[in-house]
């Protein structure tokens, strides 16, 4: 698909896997540049190796149990995953690149095609070239970036009912079931896209950051300087925090009804 070299080199040597007491370490190279994103809770303490195992189509995700957890140190930061049962924190541990999620649990369709404006510049971008990427979204918003992701900032949101896909053995996330099919029908090219971006900020599709409370309700609050204390502490409830419950949106009209009507009899 591309026409010119890859800037970075799209394989590196092996990384080391060590494991002492529960904890892996996966070496990489170095994250002492400034960033936002930070370690926790990989994916609000969703099963990633269910994911493997669900029906296609399925919006019914498997959350993992404390009692079944293992933390791994990934770009000097550390990331606990939860499973259900032991077997599936067994089957993690014997084959870490196969389970963890790629792109880092993040949309991989905006990873692939949502970019800083700066970085669709054809005569500066080491990651895409002029009318190669018909689908790469670099608008501004305003003065600004309207989209702000790059190597110091992440954060594009996992759909973690209705945004997943196993894709060639491996699990990927979108935002949503919509762009979830937008990215499979151009899966091979956005998957290319995305790593060659992956690789050459992080340096191995096997380093950098991983999702740890990036959604569809709290994308704005990734995009930040600094990911809020909240995010990545506490799992996401069997319900999920991406889109508000029925209860929460019966109050929410309730609500609403009476306000309405308290301004229709002042008048």
């Known amino acids: 698909m591309f026409s010119r070299p890859f800037p970075v080199a799209l394989s590196a040597l092996p990384c080391a896997l060590l494991v002492f007491f529960n904890v892996a370490s996966v070496e990489a190279s170095d994250m002492s540049f400034t960033h936002n994103w930070r370690g926790g809770l990989m994916l609000g303490g969703v099963d990633v190796v269910a994911y493997h195992t669900m029906d296609p189509g399925s919006e019914s995700p498997i959350y993992g149990q404390a009692q079944w957890s293992h933390t791994i140190t990934r770009s000097a930061e550390n990331y606990t995953f939860y499973f259900s049962s032991n077997a599936n924190l067994n089957l993690f541990t014997s084959n870490l690149t196969k389970y963890i999620p790629r792109n880092g649990g993040y949309c991989s369709w905006g990873f692939a095609n949502e970019w800083r404006s700066e970085d669709c510049d054809a005569d500066f971008s080491p990651h895409i070239w002029e009318g190669e990427c018909s689908e790469c979204d670099c ?54 896209r995305a790593n060659v971006r992956w690789i050459s900020y992080f340096g191995s599709l096997d380093a950098g950051p991983l999702n740890v409370g990036c959604y569809p309700d709290t994308w704005q609050q990734c995009s930040t300087a600094e990911y809020p204390s909240s995010l990545g502490v506490q799992p996401v409830n069997e319900t999920g925090r991406e889109k508000p419950s029925s209860s929460y949106m019966h109050t929410y009209s309730v609500v609403a009804m009476s306000v309405l009507a308290f301004f229709v009899q002042l008048f």
Do not use: C, H
């Open 139 to 192: 608008a501004k918003s305003g003065s600004g970036n309207k989209w702000l992701w790059g190597r110091d900032v992440m954060g594009p949101p996992a759909g973690l009912r209705d945004g997943w896909s196993i894709y060639n053995g491996q699990l990927y996330f979108n935002i949503w079931n919509s762009y979830r099919v937008r990215w499979l029908t151009q899966a091979e090219e956005n998957i290319e």
